[in-house]
């Protein structure tokens, strides 16, 4: 069964760090660009950052470049994204996505199609809250 796995989610204090992880089992994502997408209560879900396959080419959202940053570790089959200065409105479900395909070795997909994206995790609850 194909499956990403999302992992870190936690509740932390504004201004504080975390290390959120998305896991593929039963699939290899080297092929793989990743994406990751958050949805707040009452909000449409929103792309955050994404990776190409071989990891050369990043993209953020405005808005969050320069406190978060995506990273992909083959060997473990997993891309990571690091948050720091997190803020109350950063509080989300946090999903990643896999996109498979050469278009995607070198340039990462879109952060507002869904549709270039053929698997999806269930998501890891951030809150920031003090």
């Known amino acids: 069964q194909l499956r990403l796995v999302e992992s870190g989610g936690d509740l932390v204090q504004p201004g504080g760090s975390l290390r959120l992880s998305c896991t593929a089992s039963?699939?290899?994502?080297?092929?793989?660009?990743i994406g990751w997408f958050r949805q707040a209560p009452g909000k449409w879900r929103e792309g955050v950052s994404c990776i190409s396959a071989f990891g050369g080419k990043t993209t953020y959202a405005d808005s969050l470049k320069g406190r978060f940053t995506i990273s992909k570790d083959s060997a473990k089959n997993t891309v990571y994204l690091e948050m720091s200065s997190l803020k109350p409105e950063d509080t989300a479900v946090y999903y990643c996505?896999?996109?498979?395909?050469?278009?995607?070795?070198?340039?990462?997909?879109?952060?507002?199609?869904?549709?270039?994206?053929?698997?999806w995790g269930q998501g890891t609850q951030v809150t920031v809250s003090s």
């Open positions: 996505a896999a996109a498979y395909g050469s278009s995607w070795y070198h340039q990462p997909p879109s952060l507002t199609n869904d549709n270039e994206y053929d698997y």
């Open positions: 039963g699939f290899n994502l080297e092929h793989y660009a």
